[in-house]
């Protein structure tokens, strides 16, 4: 692979270019682009052209945007696509009974990566964001996919953010052994201060979590322990299909 003479692989230099689209800004300049990525401005106009004639991104009159192609080539053989598969029955069923937002996510890279999110008109607000992210001990979802990580994973992660995860929750790893004890986590306002946050996990044959299913509702809501229990029975049914070899798991 080409390097540039700052000793930049021609491949890293393309994935700033696709990192620097965000959910909150999906049309860029090719100047913002080369901002962004760090590129000189000739370089990121050259690989921008170079991606669009692929189809990875799009040129339109006030910017680029990613390409369609780009979603179509992830989608062909994703572990993720399986997990979907799997879970989208229990999340419609959770959506339709509770008639709140449900979303299925994963950890990934430190974060909480949303893979699907069923929307309910005049449910509770929700910010989370098909393909976006969110903070692992800020979130219901990412403090079950903490809790029932492998103990590597936890520990690697508490080694990165430990500090930061013992301001909010204090005894940050007793509360995680809470949660495995109870199979679930609840967590008020900790994205938006008018919602509390339930998750459950989906496990492996051995016993680690490979997603979590969560639902937010209004903070204060009598119909917690519901939620909870209606949580817990769509995420076991989930787990029992991924288990039974419905799909592949995700990697952390």
Not at 30 to 50: C, K, M, N, S
Not at 162 to 180: M, P
């Amino acid at each position: 692979m080409a390097n540039s003479r700052s000793g930049d692989k021609l491949l890293d230099r393309m994935v700033r270019i696709l990192e620097s689209f965000t959910a909150d800004e999906p049309l860029l300049t090719v100047a913002q682009i080369a901002e962004r990525a760090d590129l000189p401005a000739a370089t990121a106009y050259r690989l921008v052209g170079d991606l669009a004639d692929q189809g990875l991104v799009v040129r339109e009159a006030g910017g680029v945007r990613l390409g369609l192609r780009l979603w179509e080539l992830a989608n062909r053989a994703s572990a993720a696509r399986d997990l979907r598969r799997i879970a989208l029955p229990y999340l419609e069923d959770l959506n339709q009974l509770l008639r709140q937002h449900t979303q299925l996510s994963v950890l990934h890279e430190d974060e909480v990566l949303v893979l699907e999110r069923l929307s309910r008109p005049g449910a509770a607000v929700n910010k989370a964001d098909v393909a976006g992210r969110l903070p692992v001990h800020r979130t219901s979802m990412g403090m079950v996919l903490l809790a029932f990580a492998p103990a590597h994973v936890q520990a690697d992660y508490l080694a990165r953010h430990g500090a930061s995860a013992a301001e909010r929750h204090g005894d940050i790893r007793r509360l995680l052994t809470d949660i495995r004890h109870h199979g679930y986590a609840s967590f008020h306002g900790f994205v938006d201060d008018t919602t509390t946050g339930a998750a459950a996990p989906i496990l492996d044959r051995s016993g680690h979590a490979v997603a979590a299913v969560g639902v937010v509702i209004p903070r204060g809501s009598d119909a917690l322990a519901a939620v909870v229990m209606a949580l817990m029975t769509a995420a076991r049914g989930a787990s029992r299909d991924l288990q039974g070899g419905g799909g592949r798991p995700v990697s952390h």
